[in-house]
T-cell receptor, first 115, second 112 residues
Framework: GAVVSQHPSWVICKSGTSVKIECRSL??????MFWYRQFPKQSLMLMAT?????????EQGVEKDKFLINHASLTLSTLTVTSAHPEDSSFYIC???????????FGPGTRLTVL | GENVEQHPSTLSVQEGDSAVIKCTYS??????FPWYKQELGKRPQLIID?????GEKKDQRIAVTLNKTAKHFSLHITETQPEDSAVYFC???????????FGKGTRLSVIA
């Protein structure tokens, strides 16, 4: 149980394009989802917290107009990187938490490369 | 907000020796402390966790200790094997919507 999927697993795009990453909880209802970014040889840095049906809460320094997060259902959250630039190249990982739970279940991550 | 410090950043041990990684946290409201192993390009894999009502937890070669008063928690790996080589992260969180906050990671190398 507690499986989280992410799609795509990797994406290469040109500078200026937008990329959408999907995060799904496959066997539980995720009341809260979290998006992290991990640069090479660094830790996971929280970008935003999203609750189903409400606006995401972004961490300081994360541009909400650039990283659009939608949590439209209890099993799906999406992260859209708008007008991507090479400095946005990173490993993006989502995680989900069920109702009343404290453990976070991680997706497999998406490797974004912006040329 | 929560701040998690992790030491050391790199650790090399001989196969069969023990490895210890230490973390401190700042928010006294945190009550859940997981440890993750991450291999290159993969998601973090939960290896053990501890909650604030427990001082120690063990699972085979892996143990975690928690000192709530000092806001310290540590990962202990005994009889290390080459396949234990990876990056290990500690993390802390409280209840509700508070997210996991990660330490900076420890790169463990087990030398055969």
């Amino acid at each position: 149980g507690a499986v989280v999927s992410q799609h795509p697993s990797w994406v290469i795009c040109k500078s200026g394009t937008s990329v959408k990453i999907e995060c799904r909880s496959l066997d539980f209802q995720a009341t809260t989802m979290f998006w992290y970014r991990q640069f090479p040889k660094q830790s996971l840095m929280l970008m935003a917290t999203s609750n189903e049906g409400s606006k995401a809460t972004y961490e300081q320094g994360v541009e909400k107009d650039k990283f659009l997060i939608n949590h439209a259902s209890l099993t799906l959250s999406t992260l859209t990187v708008t007008s991507a630039h090479p400095e946005d190249s990173s490993f993006y990982i989502c995680s989900a938490r069920g109702p009343g739970g404290i453990e976070q279940f991680f997706g497999p991550g998406t490797r974004l490369t912006v040329l | 907000g929560e701040n998690v410090e992790q030491h050391p950043s790199t650790l090399s041990v001989q196969e069969g020796d023990s490895a210890v990684i230490k973390c401190t946290y700042s928010d006294s409201a945190s009550n859940y402390f997981p440890w993750y192993k991450q291999e290159l390009g993969k998601r973090p894999q939960l290896i053990i966790d501890i909650r604030s009502n427990v001082g120690e937890k063990k699972d085979q070669r892996i143990a975690v200790t928690l000192n709530k008063t000092a806001k310290h928690f540590s990962l202990h790996i005994t009889e290390t094997q080459p396949e234990d080589s990876a990056v290990y992260f500690c993390a802390a969180t409280g209840s509700g919507n508070t997210p996991l906050v990660f330490g900076k990671g420890t790169r463990l190398s087990v030398i055969a």
